[in-house]
T-cell receptor, first 113, second 114 residues
């Protein structure tokens, strides 16, 4: 029973265009959401997060949108750059420091020249 | 270094062998997590420490897996009598343990059981 779902295993986007990565969750107790980026042979790197009291959080080229009623979040990268090619993991937790963070299976993003 | 440090980076074990994986968290971080990542999958939670206390070990797949953090800093994940299905990347992460839980990963220990 997957609580965090990333239904697109891969995504290809032209350099300079917008990349949109999607994530759905099933547990209504989740109130903190994170995106991690992973290059081959490296550990996941924290990218951006959002708490359930917000519906948008922006950090440079990265914006995360949260739709609580739909239990859906998305990561927008604009403009996409070659260095953005990586696997992106969506993750969620209950927000308390004792709550484990649950990860999706990831989406591999390819930025095309 | 300033990040989470894991060793060994790569380990090849013969089936039945015991292995020990070490994690040195970010200095001062209260919380420490172990995750297992199989090929093509996302990280799967194994266990969680707050200081030296193991508060959640619900993700450990069997009693062959054991983790400790005796002094609330360095942690060791031990796998006894390794099986081929144990082959995975073992990721350690730490967090300050305050407020919302953002965890920071090490580079992982790649275990291959042959």
């Amino acid at each position: 029973d997957q609580q965090v779902k990333q239904n697109s295993p891969s995504l290809s986007v032209q350099e300079g265009r917008i990349s949109i990565l999607n994530c759905d969750y099933t547990n209504s107790m989740f109130d903190y959401f994170l995106w991690y980026k992973k290059y081959p042979a490296e550990g996941p790197t924290f990218l951006i997060s959002i708490s359930s009291i917000k519906d948008k959080n922006e950090d440079g080229r990265f914006t995360v949108f949260l739709n609580k009623s739909a239990k859906h979040l998305s990561l927008h990268i604009v403009p996409s750059q070659p260095g953005d090619s990586a696997v992106y993991f969506c993750a969620a937790s209950g927000g308390n420091r004792d709550d484990k963070i649950i990860f999706g299976k990831g989406t591999r993003l390819h930025i095309l020249p | 270094g300033a990040g989470v440090s894991q060793s060994p980076r790569y380990k090849v074990a013969k089936r039945g062998q015991d292995v020990a994986l070490r994690c040195d968290p970010i200095s001062g971080h209260v919380s420490l997590f172990w995750y297992q990542q199989a090929l093509g999958q996302g990280p799967e939670f194994l266990t969680y420490f707050q200081n030296e206390a193991q508060l959640d070990k619900s993700g450990l797949p069997s009693d062959r897996f054991f983790a400790e953090r005796p002094e609330g800093s360095v942690s060791t994940l031990k796998i006894q009598r390794t099986q081929q299905e144990d082959s995975a990347v073992y990721l350690c992460a730490s967090s300050p343990g305050q407020g919302y839980n953002t965890i920071y990963f090490g580079e992982g220990s790649w275990l291959t059981v042959v």
